[in-house]
T-cell receptor, first 111, second 111 residues
Framework: GEDVEQSLFLSVREGDSSVINCTYTDSSSTYLYWYKQEPGAGLQLLTY?????DMKQDQRLTVLLNKKDKHLSLRIADTQTGDSAIYFC???????????FGTGTRLKVLA | SQTIHQWPATLVQPVGSPLSLECTVE??????LYWYRQAAGRGLQLLFY??????ISSEVPQNLSASRPQDRQFILSSKKLLLSDSGFYLCAGAEAKNIQYFGAGTRLSVL
C-alpha cells in the first residue's frame, strides 16, 4: 500500500539532537521532503533530498536517505524550544503529481 | 518561490449551508494546485489536485468539489455541508522539483 510511516511522538531536551525517522513505500520516488507544522499553521518546507543522494546537510538539519531500506531520517542539531512542532515526511509518487505524507511526528522540546 | 494565499483563516458554518474556500497563488505561473484536509493535527488527506485551468482530479468521493477558473486560483466548494466536513483545509501549489508550498490553512467548523 501507499503508507509512509513515522513514529507519533518524540521528546528531547533543549540542546540535544533530535532524530525523526520515516519509512516510505515508493522506491521510484524522485524526491523526498521534510515539512514542519506549528500549531494552527500550514506546512513549511524544511528541506528535500533527491533520491540519488545519501545525505544532505542544511545548517542544523541533516537528512539521511537509505534507499535499500526505504528509510529517511531528519536530524536536528542543538534542538531549541522553537523546534517544537509536528514534522511530516513526504514522498512524491513516481509518474504522478501527488505526494504521500507520513502521519507526522510531534516533537516536544523540554527546556 | 511562490506564495499561497488562503482565506478565510477560520470559518464556522451550519450543517446544510454552502461552502466556498478560495486559494490564490503568487509568484509563479501554471502551478499544480492541491486541496488537502487535515483532521485533528495529524496526517494530510489529498482531496483534489489540478494540473491546469479547468482540469480537476478528485481523490476521494465526498461532499466537496473543486474548480480552477483561472491559472492561479483554486476553489473548494460544497452545496450542503455535513458535520464530517469539519477540519483544517490546506491549499498547496507545486512547480519545479514538485516541491509543494502551502497556504496558512482554513479551519472549518460545521455545527
Amino acid at each position: 500500500g501507499e503508507d509512509v510511516e513515522q513514529s507519533l511522538f518524540l521528546s528531547v531536551r533543549e540542546g540535544d539532537s533530535s532524530v525523526i525517522n520515516c519509512t516510505y513505500t515508493d522506491s521510484s520516488s524522485t524526491y523526498l521532503y521534510w515539512y514542519k507544522q506549528e500549531p494552527g499553521a500550514g506546512l513549511q518546507l524544511l528541506t528535500y533530498i533527491f533520491s540519488n543522494m545519501d545525505m544532505k546537510q542544511d545548517q542544523r538539519l541533516t537528512v539521511l536517505l537509505n534507499k535499500k531500506d526505504k528509510h529517511l531520517s531528519l536530524r536536528i542539531a542543538d534542538t531549541q524550544t522553537g523546534d517544537s512542532a509536528i514534522y511530516f515526511c513526504a514522498e512524491s509518487l513516481s509518474g504522478t503529481y501527488k505526494y504521500i505524507f507520513g502521519t507526522g511526528t510531534r516533537l516536544k522540546v523540554l527546556a | 518561490s511562490q506564495t499561497i494565499h488562503q482565506w478565510p483563516a477560520t470559518l464556522v458554518q451550519p450543517v446544510g449551508s454552502p461552502l466556498s474556500l478560495e486559494c490564490t497563488v503568487e509568484g509563479t505561473s501554471n502551478p499544480n494546485l492541491y486541496w488537502y484536509r487535515q483532521a485533528a493535527g495529524r496526517g494530510l488527506q489529498l482531496l483534489f489536485y489540478s494540473v491546469g485551468i479547468g482540469q480537476i482530479s478528485s481523490e476521494v468521493p465526498q461532499n466537496l468539489s473543486a474548480s480552477r477558473p483561472q491559472d492561479r486560483q483554486f476553489i473548494l466548494s460544497s452545496k450542503k455541508l455535513l458535520l464530517s466536513d469539519s477540519g483544517f483545509y490546506l491549499c498547496a501549489g507545486a512547480e519545479a522539483k514538485n516541491i509543494q508550498y502551502f497556504g496558512a490553512g482554513t479551519r472549518l467548523s460545521v455545527l
